[in-house]
């Protein structure tokens, strides 16, 4: 326990080094590539706070990250900086949003990121695609998987125009594109661009990177749903090896692996593993994240399946409807992860005899699901069947109370 404990505090104390030393760069030079160093003056230039969040990115510190991009962007606007520099600080901007959840904000920013580029740039220019990645994944967040795909089509159609389809830059494009399949449920394709891009990442990077294993953990993910559970766990497991020895064992970029892994334990019924997981996933979304981040809900929405898979189902009812709060106040009711969050609501009120409510929460998940995706999709299918069972429990009550009028 000791030796671990040294290897955590070694580890941290590396990054705090790091962090420390690239901020005393930025902070002497103004900005690593911009030649505008800024002794004596009152407040640090754009290019230093963007340059200042970045940094704060590369550790997913995206609260710090925010308000310097936020100063960063109204420097720029205040000192009527060129368009170049302010596309750039709206582009941060709308990166840092998405991944706080704040997909409106996101969107906006995106939006005018776009509009700025096509000032700055030509038509085709790779960093048009670059954000259109962004546009594609707040599109994701928000539940909007064909237009998200409409915009990973464009920023491939850019980049093919400077790339060859093997080029390394084309790798992060396909695995978003494998990404948006896994959430439309089309598995076979979205293997197939895991696989491509693998190819080049693992020639690239190395087996080793932390990209890959980012990419592998997504993968991970994609053999759940198939339930390739071997397969899944031995892919996690590589992923958590990499990233505990980046990151340290408590950090929360590690979150979307603990989620996956707690998901392997469940489908294997160790239940307590798994809740072991998930809990320590939730305290740390929630610390470093807030509690209402979409992230925190699709936790509470895991940790709820468990607990109703496991018959805990007092511990379920205040964790679901936790669940379906956060989720319903971060990204809408119209969202497919809120319509997740209310099946599983309605799974735990027929167990529970709350049959009208178990109703009508499974007709709202369905009005949302259907509009997103087609019939075969997984989660319509579980609402389905969620309303099967409601009709055989609902319709054994009603048999019983005829027969004792």
Same mark, same amino acid.
């Given at each position: 326990?000791?030796?671990?404990n040294?290897?955590?505090?070694? #580890? ?16 002497? #030079?103004g ?22 969040a970045r ?34 600080c ?19 920013m ?11 740039y030509?038509?085709?220019?790779p960093?048009?695609?670059? #954000? ?45 594109? *494998? ?63 990499i990233?505990?020895? *980046? ?43 807030? +509690? ?9 929405? +895991? ?20 669940a379906v ?10 969202n497919d ?43 319509? #299918? ?5 309303? *099967? ?17």
């Open positions: 326990m000791n030796q671990k040294e290897t955590n505090r070694l #580890t941290q104390k590396s990054k705090t080094l790091f962090l420390v030393l690239v901020l005393g760069l930025v902070l002497l #030079t900005s690593i590539a911009d030649g505008e160093p800024w002794q004596g003056k009152k407040s640090p230039p754009c290019k230093t706070l963007r340059t200042m940094v704060y990115m590369a550790f997913g510190d995206y609260a710090k990250a925010t308000t310097l991009a936020e100063q960063a962007l109204a420097l720029a606007r205040t000192k009527n900086a060129s368009d170049s520099e302010l596309c750039l709206v582009i941060d901007l709308a990166y840092v949003y998405d991944n706080q959840g704040r997909l409106s904000e996101a969107e906006k995106c939006e005018l990121g776009l509009k700025l580029q096509q000032k700055v030509y038509k085709k220019h960093h048009i695609a670059y #954000t259109l990645r962004i546009r594609s994944s707040i599109y994701q967040g928000q539940g909007r998987y064909r237009d998200a795909r409409l915009a990973l089509e464009r920023a491939v159609a850019i980049m093919l125009d400077s790339h060859s389809a093997d080029d390394k830059a084309m790798a992060p494009f396909k695995v978003d594109i *494998a990404e948006l399949l896994v959430a439309q449920g089309n598995f076979a394709d979205a293997e197939s661009y895991y696989q491509r891009a693998l190819v080049t990442i693992n020639n690239s990077y190395g087996p080793n990177h932390l990209y890959t294993a980012g990419v592998r953990c997504g993968v991970a993910r994609l053999y759940l749903l198939q339930r390739r559970y071997t397969e899944a766990e031995s892919l996690i497991n590589q992923t958590l090896v990233q505990e020895k *980046a990151y340290g064992p408590d950090h929360h970029l590690l979150a979307p692996a603990w989620l996956t892994m707690a998901r392997i334990c469940q489908a294997k019924k160790d239940y307590a593993q798994a809740e072991r997981l998930l809990q320590k996933t939730l305290l740390v979304v929630q610390k470093k994240r807030g +509690s209402e981040h979409p992230l925190a809900g699709r936790v509470l929405s +895991s940790l709820g399946q468990l607990y109703i898979a496991n018959k805990r189902y007092d511990k379920a009812e205040s964790v679901c409807r936790q709060k956060v989720l319903e106040s971060s990204l809408g009711a119209e992860h809120t319509a997740r969050a209310f099946n599983n609501l309605a799974r735990l009120c027929i167990h529970q005899g709350k049959y009208s409510e178990a109703r009508n929460l499974c007709q709202r998940a369905l009005k949302t699901l259907e509009k997103i995706f087609d019939q075969n999709h997984p989660n319509v #299918t579980e609402v389905l069947a969620t309303m *099967a069972q409601l009709d055989q429990k609902a319709g054994k009550v009603l048999e019983v109370a005829k027969a004792f009028e």
